[in-house]
């Protein structure tokens, strides 16, 4: 009652009126019941649709705010009950179906800092709200913390995964004097920080201002409905002038008017927009209002980030090369994945699980010890054993035990790896060096792979009507060339900026009519912003990316976005089944209450009739 007052006023008024009339057989009572829930109803609607003229908002309301006012002058209130019911309603249904189909949204944010842990001058530790974190306030975070907002470390060091806002996939290292972002996740290590900003200014509260303004925004399929209302309403209203010469009866023009309501355009609309929105939040694809699930279904051509959405973004294993004829390539992994089953460092578990996969177990070690983000060594039979960085091998080895000259070939090229000297990766690669005894004995190339489905997704996205596909990525031509051709997408650009990412979307945009946008990273935020449609990847919390993108994938699947395209296909459909099918029975009803052959009451009738089926038809969006 208190959200939605008028249609419960309506709906209550209609009924107590009815059991009046049921129960007398008069109409008396139940006329002044009815008349008086058509002024209290009915005056508030017609002053508001008044207003919005006056503001040059010509929406498709205006007939039904003329019905209102005819039904209040003609003393024919059970008709204009029926109007103010239907309009009332279906603006209810709009703001309630938008609310709750956006609630799945509000999980991921429910996925932000929701506490800290702040430490006092006297070292008492205390679990207090984010929203109570001060400017200078010292803060601890342990190991897989969300960091509670931004801030400087001052004390300790940690693996700090800032993918969600860079698609950066390898965590960075960070010491004293390193800034850190709120919504980043501590993966090993625990450290003291400075808070340099409060909750308010973070990623995500920025997120929540910027969905509540998106849910409050009147999407654009409802003003695809009022663009039909322009020349709608200009012919009804000619129909009614037509109706009484006619008739010379006020009453038939109302009839007209009653019947002339647009409830294809007022009520069964906003319910296609709130049926797909829902059926996409089911599929896990948070739309943040009517105009993305109408634009996407309108698509083009589709531009992709590469890293952390068309691949994975973390590390793959793709060779090992044992540099010891004694040692084979599957020893050397074993031996290697052993030393690291104790580090978080994203390459070390790739290393991990990629052993287990093939050896079922790894070995026991002793004396294990890590320096964060470079390596980790530890002895297995008596081996010292190390597997990490280049800086890290150097750190450890004396230098008499590099080899001068050692030729491998690793991934189509030659290796020579000479004194002091680091190893050049294939593009797009990440290596790791292992040795035995201070002898370097093997390297491990990681490289970032493909995501399943893609290719299937492109061939999808074809049937759909999407005739052009680009890889938008700030890495190498031959890297993004190869993934390209792995995922079948139709064109490239490389070595991109940020601001040259938008650039091209731009240029797609002029040459289509919907540009979307899909990518993951901080990187891609300018581009998702400046798309028609900006799909994010949010399965880990993406910040940035999901402020300026229009819809956002709950879970780390970029096929979903082919299931959004076709979604937004579906609900345009229905919505226009709607609309030509409601409107084309009201032209068939107001031409026969021109000639004063349908009462207000039926066609009150008549049009709920309509009502009830366009909006049984926009429910199937759902």
């Known amino acids: 009652m208190r959200a939605y007052p008028i249609p419960v006023i309506a709906l209550i008024g209609l009924i107590v009126g009815g059991i009046f009339f049921l129960a007398s057989r008069q109409l008396g009572v139940a006329n002044w019941v009815w008349y008086f829930t058509l002024l209290i109803g009915g005056i508030p609607l017609a002053l508001g649709t008044l207003g919005g003229m006056l503001r040059g908002h010509f929406a498709s309301d205006i007939i039904a705010m003329l019905a209102i006012i005819a039904a209040i002058l003609l003393d024919q209130a059970f008709a204009g009950v029926i109007v103010v019911l239907m309009q009332s309603g279906g603006e209810a249904i709009e703001k309630y179906g938008l609310r709750r189909a956006t609630s799945t949204l509000d999980d991921l944010l429910a996925r932000a800092p929701r506490q800290a842990r702040r430490k006092s001058s006297d070292n008492v530790l205390e679990d207090i709200r984010v929203e109570e974190v001060k400017v200078g306030d010292t803060l601890i975070v342990r190991q897989g913390d969300l960091i509670p907002v931004d801030g400087t470390i001052i004390n300790g060091s940690a693996q700090v995964d800032e993918s969600a806002l860079t698609g950066e996939p390898l965590p960075k290292s960070k010491t004293v004097g390193d800034q850190v972002m709120s919504g980043t996740i501590s993966e090993s290590g625990g450290f003291e920080m400075h808070a340099d900003r409060v909750s308010e200014e973070s990623q995500y509260s920025r997120i929540v201002a910027l969905v509540r303004q998106a849910q409050d925004e009147k999407p654009p399929i409802q003003r695809l409905a009022d663009r039909y209302a322009v020349w709608f309403t200009p012919i009804a209203l000619a129909i009614s002038g037509i109706a009484f010469l006619i008739t010379l009866n006020p009453i038939s023009v109302l009839s007209v008017?009653?019947?002339?309501?647009?409830?294809?355009?007022?009520?069964?609309?906003?319910?296609?927009?709130?049926?797909?929105?829902?059926?996409?939040?089911?599929?896990?694809?948070?739309?943040?209002?009517?105009?993305?699930?109408?634009?996407?279904?309108?698509?083009?051509?589709?531009?992709?980030?590469?890293?952390?959405?068309?691949?994975?973004?973390?590390?793959?294993?793709?060779?090992?090369?044992?540099?010891?004829?004694?040692?084979?390539?599957?020893?050397?992994?074993?031996?290697?994945?052993?030393?690291?089953?104790?580090?978080?460092?994203?390459?070390?578990?790739?290393?991990?699980?990629?052993?287990?996969?093939?050896?079922?177990?790894?070995?026991?070690?002793?004396?294990?010890?890590?320096?964060?983000?470079?390596?980790?060594?530890?002895?297995?039979?008596?081996?010292?054993?190390?597997?990490?960085?280049?800086?890290?091998?150097?750190?450890?080895?004396?230098?008499?035990?590099?080899?001068?000259?050692?030729?491998?070939?690793?991934?189509?090229?030659?290796?020579?790896?000479?004194?002091?000297?680091?190893?050049?990766?294939?593009?797009?690669?990440?290596?790791?060096?292992?040795?035995?005894?201070?002898?370097?004995?093997?390297?491990?190339?990681?490289?970032?792979?493909?995501?399943?489905?893609?290719?299937?997704?492109?061939?999808?996205?074809?049937?759909?009507?999407?005739?052009?596909?680009?890889?938008?990525?700030?890495?190498?031509?031959?890297?993004?060339?190869?993934?390209?051709?792995?995922?079948?997408?139709?064109?490239?650009?490389?070595?991109?900026?940020?601001?040259?990412?938008?650039?091209?979307?731009?240029?797609?945009?002029?040459?289509?009519?919907?540009?979307?946008?899909?990518?993951?990273?901080?990187?891609?935020?300018?581009?998702?912003?400046?798309?028609?449609?900006?799909?994010?990847?949010?399965?880990?919390?993406?910040?940035?990316?999901?402020?300026?993108?229009?819809?956002?994938?709950?879970?780390?699947?970029?096929?979903?976005?082919?299931?959004?395209?076709?979604?937004?296909?579906?609900?345009?459909?229905?919505?226009?089944?709607?609309?030509?099918?409601?409107?084309?029975?009201?032209?068939?009803?107001?031409?026969?209450?021109?000639f004063g052959l349908i009462p207000p009451a039926i066609g009150a009738m008549l049009q709920e009739a309509i009502d009830a089926s366009v909006v049984l038809n926009a429910l199937r969006a759902r």
């Open 257 to 594: 008017l009653v019947v002339a309501t647009p409830c294809p355009l007022i009520l069964a609309t906003p319910i296609a927009v709130i049926s797909s929105v829902n059926r996409a939040a089911q599929d896990s694809i948070i739309v943040k209002g009517g105009a993305a699930i109408e634009q996407i279904g309108y698509a083009q051509v589709v531009a992709f980030d590469k890293t952390g959405t068309i691949t994975y973004g973390t590390p793959t294993l793709d060779k090992v090369v044992s540099l010891d004829k004694h040692i084979s390539a599957d020893e050397l992994l074993l031996k290697a994945a052993s030393v690291e089953q104790f580090s978080s460092h994203i390459i070390a578990k790739s290393l991990v699980q990629e052993a287990q996969k093939r050896f079922h177990r790894l070995e026991p070690i002793t004396d294990y010890v890590e320096t964060p983000g470079l390596g980790a060594q530890a002895s297995i039979l008596n081996q010292n054993i190390a597997v990490g960085s280049k800086k890290f091998i150097d750190s450890i080895l004396d230098k008499k035990n590099y080899q001068e000259e050692l030729g491998v070939d690793v991934n189509g090229q030659r290796l020579l790896l000479l004194q002091g000297q680091n190893y050049e990766a294939g593009k797009g690669q990440m290596t790791a060096y292992v040795s035995i005894n201070g002898t370097i004995t093997g390297i491990l190339t990681f490289s970032d792979q493909i995501r399943l489905g893609v290719p299937e997704m492109m061939h999808r996205l074809a049937t759909l009507g999407v005739t052009e596909t680009v890889l938008l990525t700030g890495d190498n031509t031959e890297n993004a060339l190869s993934i390209a051709r792995q995922a079948g997408i139709n064109n490239v650009e490389a070595n991109l900026l940020p601001e040259e990412k938008v650039a091209i979307i731009r240029k797609l945009s002029e040459r289509f009519k919907t540009t979307v946008m899909v990518g993951d990273g901080i990187n891609d935020a300018p581009a998702l912003a400046a798309a028609t449609v900006g799909v994010a990847m949010g399965a880990h919390g993406t910040g940035i990316s999901a402020e300026a993108a229009d819809i956002v994938l709950l879970v780390d699947d970029v096929t979903k976005v082919a299931d959004a395209i076709q979604i937004g296909q579906r609900m345009l459909k229905i919505a226009k089944q709607g609309i030509y099918v409601g409107l084309g029975l009201s032209f068939v009803f107001m031409a026969i209450a021109s």
